[in-house]
């Protein structure tokens, strides 16, 4: 039998590895167990004459209920006045989708009231234009 590298999987800076493995693996990262926020995966893998390797997958978990800002970006200069709305919503389980609050109503964008307007004014161009060549045939 071929000896085989054994993989340890770190989450964060923690001392002590959260799983233990014999290469190849597949594993599942349960993220409902950490916090929202930024996160690293570090992976080190030693083979079987003693040489490590090292990997860090840096990720951001959001298991958390998602929020939805409207009327605000952030880092925006403001003055005045603003109508923000706010919208916060579960996600379910991996079986089970909560359909109720999870579309967040957005206001029009005005490229859409643009382009309805010039599709109107050349709608009413082009009526005119073919009412005009069919008068003088």
């Known amino acids: 039998m071929v000896d085989k590298s054994k ?15 014999v290469s190849p693996v597949n594993f599942e990262l349960d993220t409902t167990k950490l916090v929202d926020g930024q996160h690293s995966l570090k992976i080190v893998s030693k083979d079987p004459t003693g040489k490590e390797g090292i990997r860090f997958i840096p ?3 959001r298991n958390g209920p ?7 970006k952030e880092n ?3 003055d005045g006045v603003i109508p923000i709305m706010i919208n916060a919503y579960g996600k379910g389980d991996s079986k089970n989708f909560l359909i109720v609050g999870s ?4 206001s029009i964008p005005f490229w859409i009231f643009i382009l309805l307007i010039s599709f109107v004014a050349w709608a009413i161009y082009y009526h005119i234009d073919s009412s ?6």
């Open 7 to 21: 993989i340890f999987i770190f989450i964060d800076d923690e001392p002590k590895p959260i799983a233990e493995l």
């Open 103 to 106: 579309e967040t109503p957005q």
């Open 66 to 72: 998602a929020i939805a800002i409207e009327g605000i």
């Open 59 to 61: 990720f951001e978990v």
């Open 76 to 78: 925006a200069v403001v």
């Open 132 to 137: 005009a060549v069919s008068l003088f045939k």
